[in-house]
T-cell receptor, first 113, second 112 residues
Framework: DTTVKQNPRYKLARVGKPVNLICSQTMNHDTMYWYQKKPNQAPKLLLFYYDKILNREADTFEKFQSSRPNNSFCSLYIGSAGLEYSAMYLC????????????FGEGSRLIVV | GNSVTQMQGQVTLSEEEFLFINCTYSTTGYPTLFWYVQYPGEGPQLLLKVTTANNKGSSRGFEATYDKGTTSFHLQKASVQESDSAVYYCVLGDGGNYQLIWGSGTKLIIKP
């Protein structure tokens, strides 16, 4: 089973309110990623966990937080949503032995109003 | 630095026509090159990948050849179907799982 599941699929949030997105995978992959995808743009890597080590991209360092309490689960947390956070958020996983192949979930669409 | 360029934002074809999606890349290393496909309502999924060891990849009727001379990795399919309608991303992997450089994507529209 190569399934990555994301919840919620759709989220409507008010400006200034927190948002928590959840991702799970049962493939025992060591690495989990969060990407932000806006229309007509390439997916943008926000952060990733290799095992328990969190790596955040420099330009999104302060905007997004994440936790990975176990190998299967990873969350993405926005403390105070702004209009610019409206996007599709894609979770993906991979393993060192998968040769860089990412397995993506269906995404969580966030709309901030 | 590393980069990937997809000049075609959108390609429109009729069924059974030949598909060619252009992709060029820039890197100083020996990358793995991927094509990911994203169907409507789904996350991206791997279509094919090629390393320096094998030069050419194919999957589901799609082919891509890794040309180090022209630094290109174009995607081709001899005869498209309506089910091929999707966004296609050319992706460069260099130096580790997380160091993926994504092209801007090419939306393929198939007229029924």
């Amino acid at each position: 089973d190569t399934t990555v599941k994301q919840n919620p699929r759709y989220k409507l949030a008010r400006v200034g309110k927190p948002v928590n997105l959840i991702c799970s995978q049962t493939m025992n992959h060591d690495t989990m990623y969060w990407y932000q995808k806006k229309p007509n743009q390439a997916p943008k890597l926000l952060l990733f966990y290799y095992d328990k080590i969190l790596n955040r991209e420099a330009d999104t360092f302060e905007k997004f937080q994440s936790s990975r309490p176990n190998n299967s689960f990873c969350s993405l947390y926005i403390g105070s949503a702004g209009l610019e956070y409206s996007a599709m958020y894609l979770c993906a996983s991979s393993t060192t032995y998968s040769g860089n192949t990412l397995y993506f979930g269906e995404g969580s669409r966030l709309i901030v109003v | 630095g590393n980069s990937v360029t997809q000049m075609q934002g959108q390609v429109t074809l009729s069924e059974e026509e030949f598909l060619f999606i252009n992709c060029t890349y820039s890197t100083t290393g020996y990358p793995t090159l991927f094509w990911y496909v994203q169907y409507p309502g789904e996350g991206p999924q791997l279509l094919l990948k090629v390393t320096t060891a094998n030069n050419k990849g194919s999957s589901r009727g799609f082919e891509a050849t890794y040309d180090k001379g022209t630094t290109s990795f174009h995607l081709q399919k001899a005869s498209v179907q309506e089910s091929d309608s999707a966004v296609y991303y050319c992706v460069l992997g260099d130096g580790g799982n997380y160091q993926l450089i994504w092209g801007s994507g090419t939306k393929l529209i198939i007229k029924p």
